[in-house]
């Protein structure tokens, strides 16, 4: 028997979908869900937005799909080994990043500063919301994908809690409780898979070296020295990918554990019980956890403020604030049905969502169509001026 058995959250305790439909005669509900948001197009943008590096400087760096696969099979790997269900798991780590507008934290920040102005924010959990329950259109019967509402909940709940009236629009979703433990895994599988994955990106890169890992996290220097003594003839890049392998395991093996001592330290006994727990109970073991805040530093100072990477940023940002402000002072300039939606919403808002939805390249695209129109309310941009 797995660790947390009796933690699992069952299909069968769904609350169900908006609007019900027949149960389908061989895949449960959470794997509908699974197949629906693959089948989406959102899932399929993913492809072409920015994780960290930007594609185009080499054929091998994660993309925000390639992103989510990974931590897919690790949050599976880890629900799989505690008892939970892995099915609820799966849909929730494929969705986790659905909301990310184009150019990664760049562009998520942009949009925030754009939505201040008018005294509201971006989010992009709540972004992802928007976009299953009203912007994918394929189903005769319902709009959106008319998910279960554990996979909407764990959607806006895997990185935060909310009391009611924080977010008006999320008061159904249990305002003030925490999510089943399949939501609460997402976050943490999320930072394993980005963590080690920007360090193989940003070696690939020549950002730095093995060494300089292990100067600056000792979890890693521990299993890179044993790799070292083990494999003394392979090449540099395998013994760093083998000592990578050995993180993934070290962190995964940490949550594992981490999550289960919590677990039975608080005798929560059943899903309820979690979702009334104080805290959140899904953890990493203490030397797990500080190898993590070891590795954020480090690729905070490496990687995310590198010079490269920072003018990049720049760059992105400026193109998406030029955007936004052409299309919320002269919102004709977007398709239909956005251009139509912005006489009954506030233009900045439809605008919000049509950006938000782009992928880099479409962004890319667009703004070089739009070309005169959109230098000429560039330098009005509170954005440029920063
Ligand atoms: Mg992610």
């Not at 990664?104 to 972004?127: C, I, K, T, Y």
């Not at 052409?326 to 239909?336: D, G, I, K, R, V």
Request: aromatic letters at 8%; one cysteine or more; glycine letters at 6%.
């Amino acid at each position: 028997m797995a660790p947390l058995d009796r933690l699992r959250f069952s299909a069968e305790a769904s609350r169900g979908r908006r609007y019900p439909e027949p149960a389908h005669p061989y895949r449960g509900a959470f794997q509908r869900d699974r197949d629906r948001l693959v089948h989406s197009r959102a899932f399929r943008r993913l492809e072409d937005k920015t994780q960290v590096f930007p594609a185009g400087l080499s054929d091998h760096f994660r993309n925000r799909l390639t992103h989510t696969i990974e931590v897919a099979q690790l949050a599976r790997t880890v629900a799989v080994r505690l008892g939970l269900n892995e099915e609820l798991t799966e849909a929730l780590a494929l969705g986790h990043d659905f909301g990310h507008p184009p150019f990664a934290h760049s562009g998520e920040e942009e949009l925030n500063a754009q939505l201040r102005r008018h005294g509201a924010s971006f989010n992009h959990n709540l972004h992802a919301l928007r976009l299953v329950e009203h912007f994918e259109q394929s189903y005769a019967m319902f709009p959106g994908l008319n998910l279960t509402f554990e996979v909407r909940e764990g959607m806006v709940k895997h990185s935060m809690d909310f009391n009611r009236g924080e977010y008006p629009e999320l008061d159904e979703f249990l305002p003030g409780l925490r999510p089943p433990l399949e939501a609460q895994l997402i976050d943490f599988a999320d930072e394993i898979a980005y963590n080690t994955a920007d360090l193989d990106d940003g070696l690939s890169a020549g950002f730095f070296s093995a060494a300089d890992i292990a100067g600056a996290v000792p979890a890693y220097a521990a299993i890179f020295e044993t790799v070292e003594s083990q494999f003394p003839g392979a090449p540099p890049k395998v013994r760093f990918l083998e000592s990578l392998r050995g993180l993934i395991d070290f962190l995964a093996g940490g949550l594992i554990e981490g999550t289960v001592r919590a677990c039975h330290a608080s005798s929560a006994a059943s899903v309820e019980d979690i979702r009334h727990h104080p805290a959140r109970l899904a953890c990493l073991r203490p030397d797990a956890a500080e190898a993590t805040a070891r590795l954020k530093r480090f690729l905070h100072a490496r990687v995310y403020n590198s010079p490269p990477l920072a003018a990049e940023r720049a760059r992105a940002r400026s193109l998406i604030a030029a955007l936004f402000q052409l299309y919320e002072s002269q919102p004709h300039h977007m398709p239909e049905p956005y251009a139509s939606q912005a006489r009954i919403e506030p233009s900045w808002r439809v605008a919000c969502d049509y950006i938000a939805g782009m992928t880099d390249g479409y962004l890319v695209k667009t703004a070089a169509a739009l070309g005169q129109n959109l230098s000429s309310t560039r330098g009005d941009s509170p954005s440029t001026q920063r």
